[in-house]
C-alpha cells in the first residue's frame, strides 16, 4: 500500500484502549493497536502518538474538587495509557520514545520539541504524555498542538464510531454521516469532532484531521494512504 502521509500524529481516546471492558486497558485492543502503528512504522512514516485518559478519568465529579487538579489527575492517567501502548511498542520490536509534558524522569523524557522531532526522523515512533503539561487544556488540543510543532501532515483521529455525523448515531438512526467537512462547518455546526481550541489550532496550521473506526485498526493504514475511511476534516 503506498501511503500519502510522511508524517502524522495518531489521537487515541483512552475509552478505545477500554475495548469492551469499559474501563482500564485491554491488552488485545492495545497490541492491536500497537500492531498498526508498527505496520505504518515500518512502511516510513513518522509516528506520533497522543493518548486520552478517559477509561481510567472522566474529570471532576463534583464543585468540591478543583478544576486544576482533576485536570492533573487526567494527566497521570495518559501517563498510564502511554506506558501501556510504550510496552506493546517495544514487545513488537518497535523503537519508541515516551515524552511527557510533566517531569517524571523515571517513567519518560521531558517534552523537548527538537529532540522529539529528532526521534521521529529516526524512525522511532514519539508518545507524547501528560497532555499540555497545563490544566484546561484536552488531549485533543495536545494532539493539535503537537502537530503543529511536530509538522505534521496528518492527524489521525481513532474513535468508537466510523466518522462524524450530525447527531448521535447511537441514539438517531438517521443521523447523517459527514464525508468531509471544513473547519469552519466544524465550528459553525458545533460537531463533536475535537473540542474548538484544538480545531481553531488545526484550521490556523492548515492540518487534516481523518476520523475513522478504530474497531476497525487497519484504518489507519487505510487513512495514510489517502483513503477516506470515515470523514476528513480539512481548510474551506
Known amino acids: 500500500m503506498e501511503l500519502k502521509y510522511k508524517r502524522v500524529i495518531l489521537k487515541l481516546s483512552g475509552e478505545v484502549l477500554a475495548g469492551k471492558k469499559g474501563f482500564g486497558i485491554d491488552d488485545d485492543v492495545v497490541a492491536d493497536v500497537a500492531g498498526y502503528v508498527k505496520k505504518l512504522a515500518d512502511s516510513g512514516v513518522e509516528v506520533g502518538v497522543v493518548i486520552g485518559a478517559g477509561n481510567f478519568w472522566r474529570g471532576r465529579s463534583n464543585k468540591r474538587m478543583a478544576r486544576t ?133 488545526c484550521m490556523d496550521n492548515n492540518i487534516p484531521i481523518a476520523v475513522f473506526d478504530l474497531n476497525k485498526p487497519e484504518n489507519i493504514l487505510k487513512a495514510c494512504a489517502g483513503d477516506n475511511v470515515g470523514t476528513i476534516v480539512y481548510g474551506d
Open 69 to 201: 487538579t482533576a485536570d492533573y489527575m487526567g494527566m497521570m492517567g495518559t501517563v498510564m495509557n502511554s506506558l501501556a501502548m510504550s510496552d506493546a511498542l517495544k514487545y513488537q520490536g518497535v523503537a519508541n520514545r515516551m515524552m511527557s509534558a510533566i517531569s517524571m524522569t523515571p517513567l519518560a523524557e521531558c517534552y523537548n520539541r527538537e529532540k522529539a522531532v529528532g526521534y521521529l526522523e529516526a524512525g522511532e515512533v514519539v508518545i507524547f504524555a501528560a497532555g499540555t503539561g497545563s490544566p484546561f487544556f484536552s488531549t485533543d488540543t495536545t494532539a493539535a498542538l503537537r502537530a503543529a510543532e511536530m509538522d505534521a501532515e496528518l492527524i489521525l483521529l481513532a474513535k468508537r464510531v466510523d466518522g462524524v455525523y450530525d447527531s448521535d448515531p447511537a441514539t438517531n438512526p438517521n443521523a447523517k454521516k459527514y464525508e468531509s467537512l471544513s473547519y469552519s462547518e466544524v465550528l459553525s455546526k458545533k460537531l463533536g469532532v475535537m473540542d474548538f481550541t484544538a480545531i481553531t489550532l
